[in-house]
């Protein structure tokens, strides 16, 4: 079965530091990874995903993530955060082995920038 | 605009009353699925499908049903809401076909059930 969690439910940084969100996920074979945002009163926005490739994956509002198989971890980080990173941040795996079957979502982590 | 369309985008539903939210995508993806949102439990699966006349089970399907009698089209039933289903539900699309594995969510439908 696959899973992935996202261990803090909240993490708070103050505008202009890096910021760090942790994602862990568990699939028997190879994963899909991806990172959604969601906007106050909005649906979930497409950030950046990893498929195979480089293990640092840059996305949509100067997002990154990094994939470490050995550390089953798929990170979103940022290097300067703004206010207007506020948001609800959703990491999902999708196993390259489970064929056609649905993305799983965390529980997702609330990201507050503070000014 | 290209994307995925939900309708309503708020209801409020007496215990016992069914209806259906609309869900429509112009992409031509061949998966689509509902998802409810609830506090402290991020999105959780209620049905699914991977092309029309095919559908599936998620995590949560009790009190739903779904038809996918076209490619565009994926409403989900509610037939005897209850308060439980207070939510907020999102619809989602994707192109497996051509190695897409992300998905397009719609706005949302704010659903409360009194």
């Known amino acids: 079965a696959q899973s992935v969690a996202q261990p803090e439910d909240q ?16 699939v028997s074979g190879n994963p899909y ?11 979930l926005q497409f950030l950046l995903k990893y498929i195979t490739g480089d293990n640092l994956v840059k ?3 100067g997002f990154e993530a990094e994939f470490n198989k050995s550390q089953t971890s798929f ?4 290097p300067s955060a703004l206010v207007s990173d506020s948001a609800l941040y959703f990491c999902a795996v999708r196993d390259m082995a489970a064929g056609n079957t649905p993305l799983v979502f965390g529980k997702g982590t609330r990201l507050s920038v503070i000014a | 605009n290209a994307g995925v369309t939900q309708t309503p985008k708020f209801q409020v539903l007496k215990t016992g009353q069914s209806m259906t939210l609309q869900c ?13 949102q609830d506090p402290g439990m991020g999105l959780r699966l209620i049905h699914y499908s991977v092309g029309a006349g095919i559908t599936d089970q998620g995590e949560v399907p009790n009190g739903y049903n779904v038809s996918r009698s076209t490619t565009e089209d994926f409403p989900l039933r509610l037939l005897s809401a209850a308060p439980s289903q207070t939510s907020v539900y999102f619809c989602a699309s994707s192109d497996w076909g051509q190695g897409n594995y992300g998905y397009t969510f719609g ?6 059930v009194v």
């Open chain 1, 11 to 26: 993490v708070n940084v103050a505008e202009g530091n890096p910021l760090t969100v942790k994602c862990t996920y568990s």
């Open chain 1, 33 to 43: 990874l991806f990172w959604y945002v969601q906007y106050p009163n909005r649906g």
């Open chain 2, 107 to 112: 706005s949302g439908t704010r659903l409360t």
């Open chain 2, 24 to 36: 429509a995508q112009d992409m031509n993806h061949e998966y689509m699925s509902w998802y409810r």
């Open chain 1, 59 to 61: 996305g949509s509002y």
């Open chain 1, 75 to 78: 990170h979103l980080k940022k």
